[in-house]
Every structure is written in C-alpha cells, then in structure tokens.
C-alpha cells in the first residue's frame, strides 16, 4: 500500500528549529524527487522544497533558512527547519514524484511566543 508518514511537528518559539521527517513505502518512494508542502487552514497547500538524488531547491520563503536531506536507504527524507518564523506556522506535508496524488496526514508545525 502507498504510504506517506511525515513526523517531527511540534510547537517552537521563533528563531527555533525543528526536524521533519517523511517515512515512504518503498513502492513510492522517488529516487528521484521528493518534495516538502505546506498549507495553513483555509489557504492553498504551497510548495516549499524538492530534494532530487542530485540537488535540492527552495521556495524563496524559506531558503537559507530551511535544507532537506534524504535517506533512500531508510525512504525516508528530512526537512531541517530552522531561524522559525510565526508564519512557517502550518500542517507539512511530502509528496512523492512517483506517486503524486498520495498524501500523508502531515505534521503540525506551530511557531508562536
């Protein structure tokens, strides 16, 4: 069964880190893309990152702020957040380019003082 588990949510203050992860079965799994989305309640999910076997790119948003990672023996891929911002507040999803139309349940990030 295709499966997307992301993890790592959590609530930070700004200017703090948190570490996602995104857990694929290994039918689906991208060797050669991965992406990271997010979406706030009530607005459009919005890209934030895509992680190739050979490079990464950022949304503007987050860049330099934000670097993913992957791990094909594990299926899994990694989104090191850090400098947080009140609006990186929202739900994190990944997304698999081998199967697009297969979303997870996110994570909640919450950025607040």
């Known amino acids: 069964q295709a499966q997307l588990v992301e993890s790592g949510g959590g609530s930070v203050q700004p200017g703090g880190s948190l570490t996602l992860s995104c857990r694929a079965s290994?039918?689906?799994?991208?060797?050669?893309?991965m992406a990271w989305y997010r979406q706030v309640s009530g607005n459009q999910r919005e890209w934030v990152a895509i992680?190739?076997?050979?490079?990464?790119h950022y949304a503007d948003f987050v860049r330099g702020r934000f670097i993913g990672s992957r791990d094909d023996a594990e299926n899994t891929v990694y989104l090191q957040m850090n400098s947080l911002e009140s609006e990186d507040t929202a739900v994190y999803y990944c997304?698999?380019?081998?199967?697009?139309?297969?979303w997870g349940q996110g994570t909640q990030v919450t950025v607040s003082s």
């Open positions: 992680i190739t076997d050979r490079t990464t």
């Open positions: 290994g039918s689906i799994f991208s060797e050669s893309a």
């Open positions: 997304d698999s380019g081998a199967a697009p139309s297969v």
